[in-house]
């Protein structure tokens, strides 16, 4: 792993994989944030990225001239009843264009560099947290999209990640009383997962009580079956 783009770096999760990149001897971490930070470590270079902005990620893409892992980590997450359209597209425009727009940017780099997309998700993209619907429907959408991107760049030598995360201790689900992972501990498990190959990541208790038999499993095995029709 020698140079790392971190979305949503500003906290949580984002802080986490920062810091843990560099534990793991990253040469390099770009560390997007919408509010201006520094770091001590000189490997650390902040950029001002919001992922629904298209402007800042071309320039981003410019400056970054090689890349061996994206983390599509940015998110946001909202209570919500599904009564509000406009915030059913916000979810969309960050957790799931927002991915998109990333990959698509950084593509020649990740393909030069037979490199890793890490898209981290949520165990809600499996199934519907009624508290957060709109979330939960993002992240699904989410979770489909780096399902074809898996198959779409695997000929391209580009391995694609799903980070299925379960409740973490982070601001963005600071009201749910439920026992919590530390960020550290996710972000920790994610890069591990990516080291060993997984395609999906369980980085926490909660959801590591999916990971038996997944990878056998009814739905491993429909994606597996579909990508290869991409070459029949």
């Known amino acids: 792993m020698h140079t790392v783009l971190i979305t949503g770096t500003n906290r949580g999760i984002g802080h986490a994989l920062v810091e843990e990149a560099l534990r793991q001897g990253a040469e390099h971490v770009y560390a997007g944030t919408r509010v201006p930070l520094t770091h001590k470590d000189r490997r650390v270079t902040y950029l001002e990225l919001d992922v629904t902005d298209q402007t800042q990620i071309e320039a981003a893409a410019k400056t970054i001239e090689s890349l061996d892992v994206l983390v599509n980590n940015a998110g946001f997450a909202a209570y919500d009843d599904l009564g509000d359209r406009a915030l059913l597209e916000r979810h969309l425009a960050v957790n799931l264009f927002g ?21 981290v998700l949520s165990v809600a993209a499996l199934a519907s947290l009624p508290m957060i619907p709109a979330y939960s429907i993002s992240k699904a959408a989410a979770f489909s999209l780096t399902q074809a991107q898996r198959a779409l760049l695997a000929p391209q030598g580009v391995r694609v990640h799903a980070v299925l995360t379960g409740p973490t201790d982070t601001e963005m689900s600071r009201d ?6 530390s960020p550290e501990s996710v972000a920790r498990a994610i890069f591990d997962g990516v080291s060993a190959g997984d395609e999906e990541i369980f980085p926490d208790p909660l959801s590591a009580q999916l990971a038996p038999g997944w990878a056998t499993g009814a739905v491993k095995q429909l994606e597996r079956q579909n990508a290869a029709l991409l070459s029949a």
């Open 176 to 181: 749910l009383d439920v026992p919590k992972a």
């Open 99 to 119: 991915p998109h727009a990333l990959t698509t940017a950084f593509l020649p780099q990740l393909v030069e560099a037979r490199g890793a997309i890490v898209n």
